[in-house]
Nanobody, 132 residues
Framework: DVQLVESGGASVQAGGSLRLSCVTS????????MGWFRQVPDVECEWVST???????RYSDAVKGRFTIAQNNAKNTVYLQMNSLEPDDTGSYVC???????????????????????????WGQGTQVTVS
């Protein structure tokens, strides 16, 4: 199993920046899809960004150009740098990981964002970001 603990959420004004961190334990992250989802009450969890073991990244259209995902494998930590924050970015940001089948690493981008629970995803508890 993988345990995920997020930090860095806060209340900020529109235009501000935050950096979220996700520390993992239980297994190394260099063989996993790692990413962030956003949870808003009464709304389905929304994919934000993914990073894979080779450093490839993808972003939702809503955050592209404003958010940057990065990872430090030595520290088993994934980051989400959030710039130019907007009120619509408000929500609980949940760190997640899933291990793709060998040879199907592309599923980190093609399947995981839409159907994370079909890949045995591990979830953190979330960290709240409020933009006003």
């Amino acid at each position: 199993d993988v345990q995920l603990v997020e930090s860095g959420g806060a209340s900020v004004q529109a235009g501000g920046s935050l950096r979220l961190s996700c520390v993992t334990s239980g297994d190394t992250i260099d063989r996993y899809c790692m990413g962030w989802f956003r949870q808003v009450p009464d709304v389905e969890c929304e994919w934000v960004s993914t990073i894979t073991s080779d450093g490839s990244t993808r972003y939702s259209d809503a955050v592209k150009g404003r958010f940057t995902i990065a990872q430090n494998n030595a520290k088993n930590t994934v980051y989400l740098q959030m710039n130019s924050l907007e009120p619509d970015d408000t929500g609980s940001y949940v760190c997640a990981s899933a291990r793709p089948r060998t040879g199907d690493e592309a599923s980190c981008f093609t399947k995981w964002p839409q159907t994370p629970n079909r890949m045995g995803t591990y979830w953190g508890q979330g960290t709240q970001v409020t933009v006003s």
